[in-house]
Nanobody, 121 residues
């Protein structure tokens, strides 16, 4: 059974940092591209960042470029999102999601349950 379990969310002041983690199990983690997706209150889903299976290729939505860093440790079956210089508009539920292949193409086939990030003073 595929499982994706996010952790690391919480309440942080503007300008602060958080690191999200996504522990994966039930599949060969290092064989699949992964993504972070978020949903702000009252808004739709927004992809934040993607990383290929080997970790050597990444992409970010414009609003987080230069502030967020996606990474993965295939030996630990874990995906990360380092979030720096957080802004109130980053407040959202953050989900990790799995792609069906090595690169980020096609629709996600599995999602985690999400972790809440709240940026507020």
């Amino acid at each position: 059974e595929v499982q994706l379990v996010e952790s690391g969310g919480g309440l942080v002041q503007p300008g602060g940092s958080l690191r999200l983690s996504c522990a994966a199990s039930g599949f060969i983690f290092g064989s699949y591209a992964m993504s972070w997706v978020r949903q702000a209150p009252g808004k739709g889903l927004e992809w934040v960042s993607v990383i290929n299976s080997g970790g050597g290729s990444t992409s970010y939505t414009d609003s987080v470029k230069g502030r967020f860093t996606i990474s993965r440790d295939n030996s630990k079956n874990t995906l990360y999102l380092q979030m720096n210089s957080l802004k109130p508009e980053d407040t959202a539920v953050y989900y990790c999601a799995k792609f069906p292949g090595k690169s980020w193409s096609g629709s996600y086939d599995y999602w985690g349950q999400g972790t809440q990030v709240t940026v507020s003073s």
